[in-house]
């Protein structure tokens, strides 16, 4: 089969706005020459459009025009190496698709423990941040909740009130299993996380496995977030203030 009649298969099980690059073409790097003419023709045809050098994508039509891929799309190269997530996303970009604040950043965060992830590019602007455990695609969403915990006291623009909700709202989804894959994963992050993380588990009555937390914590050392009690009932249980 030829390079050209290849890529045509492969595009055919990629989806309308999703990213791609030479790797998911399947493509040996002996090819690439041969690929990147062939990928030239498809893109003037217009089959397919270039986000970045190496990173293309099948444009969704629409009524009203094409749909450009979403900024997690885009940054999809940096999450995944080799189709296996190394990293997620977090910083202001979480908290603001969490409607915790109003603030975009131009600026991405990306924690990873594989490897430091920096861009800087007219258009695209990566840091890297700390992840405390390997990141997977089983593990990556209970550590955006606990970054959320972890920084909920810097989170701009936040209002506390609504910022406890919709951390309640998100561990109340959470049944009694995941839960103690939070607390599991909590345990690598900072004391001060774990103990927010108890009062609000605590609060929403899932109160299985909490004396881990518990035992994990310095019964002396108390931690500072500037929630109101009437906000977080819970809170002088995990010495928090």
Do not use: C, H
Not at 5 to 13: G, M
Not at 176 to 200: D, F, M, N, Q, W
């Amino acid at each position: 089969m030829s390079i050209k009649k290849k890529i045509e298969e492969k595009l055919k099980s990629i989806k309308e706005g999703e990213t791609f690059t030479y790797n998911q073409l399947s493509i040996d790097k002996k090819e690439y020459q041969t690929a990147a003419k062939a990928i030239e023709r498809l893109i003037k045809k217009g089959i397919i459009k270039r986000v970045s050098p190496g990173q293309f994508f099948k444009p969704k039509k629409t009524v009203f025009g094409e749909i450009l891929p979403n900024e997690e799309e885009i940054l999809k190269p940096y999450l995944f190496k080799n189709g296996k997530r190394i990293g997620y996303i977090t910083g202001t970009y979480l908290y603001n698709k969490l409607g915790l604040t109003t603030q975009i950043p131009q600026t991405i965060k990306i924690a990873s423990r594989e490897k430091e992830i920096k861009v800087n590019k007219a258009n695209l602007k990566i840091k890297p941040a700390k992840s405390y455990i390997d990141v997977t695609n089983k593990n990556f969403q209970y550590l955006e909740i606990l970054d959320v915990i972890k920084d909920f006291s810097k989170i701009p623009d936040l209002d506390t009130k609504s910022g406890i909700k919709v951390l309640l709202n998100l561990l109340q989804k959470l049944n009694k299993e995941e839960v103690e894959r939070l607390i599991k994963y909590s345990l690598k992050y900072p004391p001060r996380t774990r103990a927010l993380l108890g009062a609000l588990l605590e609060q929403n009555g899932q109160k299985d496995n909490l004396e881990k937390l518990q035992e994990s914590l310095n019964p002396l050392t108390e931690y500072s977030f500037g929630i109101k009690k009437y906000l977080l009932p819970t809170l002088e249980n995990w010495r928090i203030k």
